[in-house]
């Protein structure tokens, strides 16, 4: 198995991973995210770009990483990560959808 740190590390990476697909799926109710991409909103991509950045500093700046008592994951791990967190988030697409376009029932 994982070590805690590198537990803790997967766990958190998630988390933030999962907000910031929220902050793209939240931007509307009724449209799909893809749509939600041609919306102009200049300080979306700053806040990603923070988010990833800030992230990324935790994860791979050793005394950063220490101080919260984390593990610096792999590439796979991440990429692990950021499926459970789409995984995790992009469901309410699919509610969304079915909320706004329902399927007729027999």
Do not use: H
């Not at 919260?68 to 791990?77: G, H, N, R, V």
């Amino acid at each position: 198995g994982y070590t805690y740190e590198l537990t803790r590390t997967m766990v958190f990476s998630t988390l933030v991973m999962a907000n910031m697909i929220l902050t793209l799926v939240n931007r509307s109710f009724y449209d799909s995210i893809i749509r939600t991409f041609t919306y102009q909103n200049r300080l979306v991509p700053w806040v990603l770009a923070i988010t990833t950045t800030l992230l990324l500093i935790i994860l791979y700046f050793l005394p950063v990483t220490t101080f919260f008592q984390l593990d610096s994951p792999d590439i796979w791990q991440l990429l692990r990560c950021l499926a459970v967190a789409g995984l995790s988030t992009l469901w309410i697409e699919l509610f969304l959808k079915q909320k706004f376009f329902p399927i007729n029932r027999l």
